[in-house]
């Protein structure tokens, strides 16, 4: 595989994280309308009337398109620009890491400490991607 391949691995099995936590939440949603557990009336208009259970999938999910977002930028204009490297490589792998830990503690036992170290991670990496970008394109070359 290409130095490019390994650097847009990590983008693929985060669309899959996406897609998985997506299933979950679809899932976790209908089975508490069809239980009773919520009306539909109710959250039509207010999210916050899922049950807890239910609504940390729809907060993991939202999740996933705030600080990823800054992750597929900074990859994209890697790509474009031709600058990938294993420096960059290293770094999209352990972002990918930090978000599959996160969203798993985050729909587990949702252990608040462990979810912001993940978090924490996960935006520190961004960081320093967005960093090393930056030194390739204006300083290293």
Same mark, same amino acid.
Request: proline share 2%; no cysteine; glycine share 6%.
């Given at each position: 595989?290409?130095?490019?391949?390994?650097?847009?691995?990590?983008?693929?099995?985060?669309?899959?994280?996406?897609?998985?936590?997506?299933?979950?939440?679809?899932?976790?949603?209908?089975?508490?309308?069809?239980?009773?557990?919520?009306?539909?009336?109710?959250?039509?208009?207010?999210?916050?009337?899922?049950?807890?259970?239910?609504?940390?999938?729809?907060?993991?999910?939202?999740?996933?398109?705030?600080?990823?977002?800054? %992750?597929?930028? *900074?990859?994209? @204009?890697?790509?474009?620009? /031709? #600058?990938?490297?294993? $420096?960059?490589?290293?770094?999209?792998?352990?972002?990918?890491?930090?978000?599959?830990?996160?969203?798993?503690?985050?729909?587990?036992?949702?252990?608040?400490?462990?979810?912001?170290?993940?978090?924490?991670?996960? %935006?520190?990496? *961004?960081?320093? @991607?967005?960093?090393?970008? /930056? #030194?390739?394109?204006? $300083?290293?070359?």
């Amino acid at each position: 595989m290409t130095v490019v391949q390994w650097l847009l691995l990590p983008a693929f099995i985060h669309v899959a994280l996406v897609f998985y936590v997506g299933g979950r939440m679809g899932r976790a949603r209908f089975q508490a309308a069809r239980q009773g557990r919520v009306k539909v009336n109710d959250i039509a208009n207010d999210g916050s009337k899922w049950p807890d259970d239910v609504r940390k999938f729809a907060n993991n999910y939202q999740n996933q398109f705030e600080v990823p977002v800054l %992750f597929y930028a *900074a990859l994209a @204009l890697i790509v474009a620009t /031709g #600058l990938a490297d294993w $420096v960059a490589v290293a770094l999209a792998w352990v972002f990918v890491a930090s978000r599959v830990a996160h969203t798993f503690i985050h729909i587990g036992r949702n252990i608040i400490i462990r979810r912001f170290q993940a978090f924490l991670l996960s %935006f520190t990496v *961004a960081v320093l @991607l967005w960093l090393w970008f /930056g #030194l390739r394109l204006y $300083v290293i070359g």
